[in-house]
């Protein structure tokens, strides 16, 4: 476990770096938290640390965006919180993303629990001020 304070967004770069540390071995990579705890925003912030060139937005509505590493390889971010049931993730082919070996970056996992493999890293960012998060890494 590893824990990560975050004062304010411009510390959002080096908390990313040290979360890609713990990425090699991991593809599959959950974050939990509130609405507004800043899931997102830090997922922006990792995906600029990957090489990401490309807008990252939120899925909200589309449940999955597709974007490309700094060597060209897939990053997938999903966004489960509108879903009513694990069966709407397996329509959209959501195992088959998991099982790909590429780096899936999953909000809101809880509401997929069942189709998730054991082997995941789980980052919870909790609000510790206005501004201010923790993020807690477990795997």
């Given at each position: 476990m590893l824990r990560v304070d975050i004062p304010d967004v411009a510390a959002l770069p080096a908390a990313a770096a040290q979360v890609r540390a713990f990425l090699a071995g991991h593809s599959i990579v959950c974050f939990e938290g509130e609405m507004g705890a800043g899931k997102t925003t830090f997922i922006k912030a990792?995906?600029?640390?990957?090489?990401?060139?490309?807008?990252?937005?939120?899925?909200?509505?589309?449940?999955?965006n597709e974007y490309r590493d700094a060597q060209d390889r897939p990053i997938y971010h999903f966004d489960f919180?509108?879903?009513?049931?694990?069966?709407?993730?397996?329509?959209?082919?959501?195992?088959?993303?998991?099982?790909?070996?590429?780096?899936?970056?999953?909000?809101?996992?809880?509401?997929?629990?069942?189709?998730?493999?054991?082997?995941?890293?789980?980052?919870?960012?909790?609000?510790?001020?206005?501004?201010?998060?923790?993020?807690?890494?477990?795997?």
């Open positions: 990792l995906c600029a640390s990957l090489g990401v060139r490309e807008e990252v937005s939120s899925p909200t509505f589309s449940l999955v919180y509108r879903l009513n049931s694990p069966e709407e993730a397996l329509e959209i082919g959501a195992l088959e993303y998991f099982d790909s070996g590429y780096l899936c970056l999953i909000e809101w996992p809880s509401r997929i629990e069942p189709l998730l493999p054991n082997d995941r890293l789980l980052l919870t960012l909790s609000v510790t001020g206005p501004s201010a998060r923790e993020l807690i890494i477990t795997n």
